[in-house]
């Protein structure tokens, strides 16, 4: 594998995690906007991106494969728990 093809299969994996952050960052500025958020959207994305970088890598060294759904599930439950702790969801 050349590093170009690296570089695609990296981005590759980490796309959804990045679109998902960026997804459930938009909803939690719609949901949660009585709350007192602290952030910009970006951060949001940010830590909601990691977050959800964070399950995937977890998935890929419990199973051993990439693409699990048990994976993207846990992805999802991720980048929302961490936009639920950054609005301080349990004020609102």
């Known amino acids: 594998m050349n590093p170009m093809?690296?570089?695609?299969h990296l981005a590759s994996f980490i796309a959804p995690a990045v679109a998902v952050g960026a997804l459930v960052?938009?909803?939690?500025?719609?949901?949660f906007s009585t709350?007192?958020?602290s952030g910009r959207w970006w951060q949001h994305?940010?830590?909601n991106s990691l977050a959800?970088?964070?399950a995937l890598l977890g998935g890929l060294w419990y199973f051993g494969v990439d693409g699990k759904m048990a994976t993207y599930?846990?992805?999802?439950a991720a980048a929302a728990t961490s936009q639920?702790?950054?609005s301080k969801g349990w004020k609102g």
């Open 35 to 37: 709350a007192g958020s």
């Open 73 to 76: 599930a846990a992805m999802v």
């Open 84 to 86: 639920w702790v950054c």
């Open 52 to 54: 959800g970088v964070g």
């Open 5 to 8: 093809d690296a570089l695609i």
């Open 25 to 31: 960052a938009l909803a939690g500025r719609l949901w």
């Open 45 to 47: 994305t940010a830590i």
